[in-house]
């Protein structure tokens, strides 16, 4: 068998996990809570997705590469962007989420609850 690292499956899935903050791992290695992938009937590697909570800060790491800069740094129409993004994600849904983002974009709670409903009532309009 090939080694996992040297598989064309590793070469086409290693974006995509390390973009999710999760581990990718010999099949062997798997759990039942690790996603295992096959190709062409052989299984070749698995996933370990990161827990929520993990994947919040890799999420807010990845959206300050992206901006060049902290997210605390944006401006309030860039934070507003994130914000929407975010809740795309479903940032908000992992406990102290709300907290969590606020942190990183340098504002408070009562201000990305602002956003998120400023964003909720332009959709409703």
């Known amino acids: 068998m090939t080694e996992p690292g040297d598989h064309p499956l590793v070469t086409a899935v290693k974006p995509l996990v390390d973009a999710m903050g999760a581990q990718i791992l010999g099949p062997e290695q798997a759990t039942i809570d690790d996603v295992v992938l096959a190709w062409e009937g052989e299984?070749?590697?698995a996933v370990r997705l990161p827990q929520l909570a993990d994947s919040l800060d890799h999420i807010l790491a990845a959206m300050?590469?992206?901006?060049?800069?902290p997210l605390a740094e944006l401006d309030r129409k860039t934070k507003q962007a994130v914000v929407?993004?975010?809740?795309?994600r479903g940032a908000f849904s992992v406990r102290h989420g709300v907290e969590t983002v606020a942190g990183a974009l340098g504002v408070s709670r009562f201000t990305v609850y602002n956003y998120l409903n400023r964003e909720?009532?332009?959709k409703s309009e």
């Open 43 to 45: 299984d070749v590697l």
């Open 64 to 69: 300050e590469r992206r901006h060049g800069k």
């Open 84 to 88: 929407r993004t975010l809740e795309a």
């Open 120 to 122: 909720n009532a332009a």
